[in-house]
């Protein structure tokens, strides 16, 4: 079992910047990718960007690269997902997922591919 625990989120006007943390505890060393996944009422579970913690390997969506960037601290057992250029789209609940599967050292960005959740941190980017 791995708990994963998200903070950072919170409310800032586009062009702003957020910082969301993922503590993770419990049977990490078997959860090579994470990641970051988002959801607006209504609409399905949108991976973010994923990151292979043996090689630090990442993928993000078409709709953040550039502006965002996934990273991990190893000795932290946390993972981070720094948001700059924040536009009102990105405003959604913001889930930590751990547990993925891989292909040729990059991790999945479906959702159905993660099989530990956190409980989620809502970011609101007002324009």
């Known amino acids: 079992q791995v708990q994963l625990v998200e903070s950072g989120g919170g409310s800032v006007q586009a062009g702003g910047s957020l910082r969301l943390s993922c503590a993770a505890s419990?049977?990490?060393?078997?959860?090579?990718?994470m990641g970051w996944f988002r959801q607006v009422p209504g609409k399905e579970r949108e991976g973010v960007a994923t990151?292979?913690?043996?090689?630090?390997?990442?993928v993000y969506a078409d709709s953040v690269k550039g502006r965002f960037t996934i990273s991990e601290d190893i000795a932290k057992n946390t993972m981070y997902l720094q948001m700059n250029s924040l536009k009102p789209d990105d405003t959604a609940m913001y889930y930590c997922a751990a547990g993925g599967g891989e292909f040729g050292g990059f991790c999945y960005t479906a959702y159905e591919s993660y099989r530990y959740w956190g409980q989620g941190t809502q970011v609101t980017v007002s324009s």
């Open positions: 990151i292979y913690t043996r090689a630090g390997s990442t």
């Open positions: 419990g049977n990490t060393y078997s959860s090579n990718c």
